[in-house]
């Protein structure tokens, strides 16, 4: 890092402030997709005729709802009828599920927009439990249960970020939350590459370079913690899910930073001081890489999209209008970020610079 | 040693909210409620604006913090 590229690293902090504030409007303005949020209902009794109420998130009066099908184990089975009333979707079932045994069954709201001739529906998994009656014998399924291939689902039609069981219009702490991770672990890579540098060629200033990007990366840290707690509390009802190993993951190792300072504080002589906290550096990044992002990923069960059995946020949930904002708001975050950390070294190498002219 | 606890203190008031909060129960509706006086009410701009200012600040200071370093540096040389 040479002192031209220093004297430039405001251009840095105005990239990331535009970004950001693209996010931050952009982010907050796109309006939800619609989505069905629930249902009254836990479960029904096949060969009886139930009526089950929908919460439908965000409706649109352009959306015409044609049927509510219920779907276990590749049957189909139609809702006898619907009436919309805008957030609540009441539909009648008699489900007969004949072979069938007693199971959870997945709702797809199908609908059309005006105007378009092509069909979308709205999901919910395990969204009822059809409990099977003694006298359910013959399945009343539908003859031809194709008739969902030929609709897409409403993200492909509609404009809005995704509409998520749960996440609803959480979705957009993605535009922060993630963004704050992604910038920490930059941020300690360049601090590990910059404790080789140290190790190898023996300048201070490549310490103190280190050092200043790592403490912006715990910043970073603390910030995803809080916006990662504050994101859980909506979603998983709990502040610090305790069970979910990615989370134990990032406590242990934001632990492990905690100890760069302690070990940095500990040690008064500049360059054992430097040496030390530049090998431990070296040998807690991957320790720290392995704890949030390859552990979680061998786990059986997390709650984070992406490890243990759950699927990546990328697979299903981030679709081109996130990924608009979502991108930049990395970079934008990074951008900040770094600037902050150049920064915090320059206040620094002033600092070893004054206490230096003070001993002369 | 000072620096240490100075750095202890920044970083645990950063965590004190999560800690804070605890596990209280809030009603499920509060969000839908809050949701839907914000955008009966137009209040959406409002936080955008309020958001944008601040980051704007933050930004403005950085910028300020910026200049004086520089200046710092150049007097040191």
Redesign the interface.
Known sequence: MNERMM?R??WL??IG?VL??YT??GG??IPLKTGVSGSDKLKIKSTVTDSVNFEIYNPVPELFIEGVYLSKSDEIWKSQSVHNFGKTLSATFNVSLGSQKSGYADAFIRGQFKGQDSFVWLYLSNALWIEKSPDDSISNAMADPSILDNTRIIDEVQGGFPNRVVLN?SIRNLLYHVPMWFSMMFLLAVSMYFSIKYLRFGHLKDDWISMSFLHVG??NG??G??TG?IWA??TWM???PADDPKLNGVAIGMFMY?AY??LR?SIKDEYQKARIASVYNVLVFPIFMALIAIMPKLADNSLHPGTGGSVGFNKYDLDNTLRMFFYPAILGWISIFS??AI?RY??ER?HQ??LD?DNE | MKKLTNKIVIYGALLLPISLFGENEVQSSLSDQAAVFLSTNAKYHVVIAVLVVILLGLVAYGLILNRKISKLEANQK
Do not use: P
């Open positions: 004297q690293s405001k902090l105005l402030a950001v504030v931050l409007i907050l303005l219009e715990i910043l603390i910030l913690c809080i707690s509390r909506v709990s502040w610090w905690f300072l302690v504080a600037f902050i920064l320059r206040i002033l610079r004054q002219l």
